[in-house]
């Protein structure tokens, strides 16, 4: 079991960005992922994924590394539904789940959402990915939320980001945890500081193993709001590891605790779907 660890936001902004080089996609900034593989060893990558991801060539060690480093199609197939659909993320908490990149929860702080958390299974994806990802996209973009229309506008960031100057408010609205899914809810359940469920959880890529199915499930009955919605963005078949789309859907018609719909298919290449989950 991978205890649930809450990974705070250094001070100084810069030390997240340090040695980072950053692309952009879709209006995001995101880490360079072979820079990272190059440099990130040490206490920096505790856990030894980016060495296992890299000597192994496999984006997936099931137990060990879940993923993280990598972004998948499925996320950019959630992002068009956002914008195709209008999800309003205006004043809501919400929770990307097994975040890796953490592009899906940006996107929901650039929507003005309330709070949003971030949480991967892995804790060197928190530190060397998601966290820098959203510290880049906050502070290089002033407030870093405007429009679409305002961002379009403004001049493409150099490859390496602008030093972070102050910290930014929209920061202070993250939260970053990592560890087994299980775990995590315990955490904030258990947790001191005042703990609202999440008016929308969003996932992507997570289903692809039926072994996590029921820690899944778990964690978002636990965590959803009675009126909340889940966003899960996935193929429809995971060859080699088994799940899939439907596996997962008739999991959960079992279960009895949920009522699903499928919103979105996405024929080209492998077939993949977006369902939306709420309480029965």
Known sequence: VK????????EDLNKV?????????LDLCYVKLSVVEMTCSGDADSEGIVSKSVSSH???IPGVYEGGLKIWECTFDLMDYFSEAKIEFTNKTVLDLGCGAGLLGIVALRGKAERVHFQDYNSTVIDEITL????????????????????????PPS???????????????????????S???????????????????????TIYNPDYYRALHDTLAQLLDKNGRVYLASKVHYFGVGGGI????KFIEEKNVFRTSMVKTIDQGLQRCIMEIAFK
């Open 3 to 10: 205890a649930a660890k809450e990974h705070n936001i250094p």
């Open 17 to 25: 960005l340090e040695n980072k080089v950053m692309e952009k996609v």
């Open 58 to 60: 496999s984006d997936l």
């Open 132 to 155: 820098p990802n959203v510290v880049a996209n906050c502070i290089n973009e002033g407030s870093g939320m405007g429009s679409r229309k305002d961002r379009k506008a403004s001049k």
């Open 159 to 181: 490859k390496r980001p602008k030093k972070a100057e102050g910290s930014s408010d929209v920061l202070n609205k993250c939260r970053f945890f990592s560890g087994e899914w």
């Open 183 to 205: 775990e995590v809810s315990q955490l904030l359940l258990s947790s001191n500081k005042l703990f609202s469920k999440y008016d929308i959880i969003l996932t992507s890529e």
């Open 246 to 249: 439907y596996l997962f859907e």
